[in-house]
């Protein structure tokens, strides 16, 4: 018998029984009953629809290492959500799915710890200053940056769908992971994304194995994401509360649907989806800049 195991799902669950007791003792049953009647007479009528934006954008970001931001945002707006709320709520909501989605990835042993160790703290450190830098600069100046990224990303994305045709390449050497991550964590703070795109799609670009880039850089996401996030709120507060809500529901069920589809779909089709993902991803943006 596995007595540790036993033993962390007991104290689990004292915990749980604990935290119970303190809330009923002090909150009357039929009080937190009307609570909740209450907060579900104030949902809007659209929240199923942002629990669906928060699966598919989570289940498409788990499998592939990317496409959170673009896919949500994308449902939202289409649901006629306030561009204003989708922004904000995109990035605090991330937080959660991309903690699932690790977790999911690492639990499903898709985790590359060498590889987490080399873009975890440089990822972080670039994520805050991207978002100190947006908060006191404005989003004016971001704006510079998103083509360069697109273009880039563009490139990358093509390079993939190529590749999807062709034998898998022996991974190449690359010694320049804490610059990579740095500038993923500061253009998807700055930028309003790219982490995925960046990060990803250069190291899968370079021979490694997908399925642990992705496991690695959803895991990383994570801290990436809480460092923004925190930033954000330290600066300018957090609002929205609803469409937070439903992006987090939606991710956290997809979660780790996602994590054990990434590496299981064949190459070739991953391959595809990745690069076809990227190329709209890129081209979306450029088309939303010149026009």
Known sequence: MNWKKITSYAVLIFAFLLIGHFIFSYVPLHQIGISI?????????????????????????????????????????????????????????????????????????????????????????????????????????AGYIRPVLACYTLLLGIRILINAFHQQKNQHKFRFYSLLAGVGGFLDSFGGGGWGPIVTTTLITKGRNPKYVIGTVSLTEFFVTLASAFTFFTLIGVSHWQTILGLIIGGL???????????????????????????????????????
């Open 253 to 291: 069920i997809a979660a780790p649907i996602a994590a054990k589809l990434a590496g299981k779909l064949p190459r070739k089709i991953s391959f595809i989806l990745l690069g076809l993902l990227v190329i709209w991803w890129s081209t979306k943006i450029l088309i939303k800049v010149f026009s």
């Open 37 to 141: 009647i209450n907060l579900y007479q104030q949902l809007d009528n659209k929240f199923p629809l942002m629990i669906l934006a928060g699966f598919i954008a989570q289940l498409i970001d788990g499998a592939l290492g990317m496409g959170y931001g673009v896919t949500s945002a994308t449902i939202l707006l289409s649901a006629g959500i306030n561009p204003a709320a989708i922004s904000s709520s995109i990035h605090t909501a991330e937080m959660f799915a991309s903690g699932a989605s690790g977790y999911s990835h690492f639990k499903f042993g898709n985790v590359n710890k060498k590889l987490l160790k080399a873009l975890l703290i440089p990822g972080v450190i670039g994520a805050i200053i991207g978002a100190v830098l947006l908060v006191y600069l404005g989003d004016k100046h």
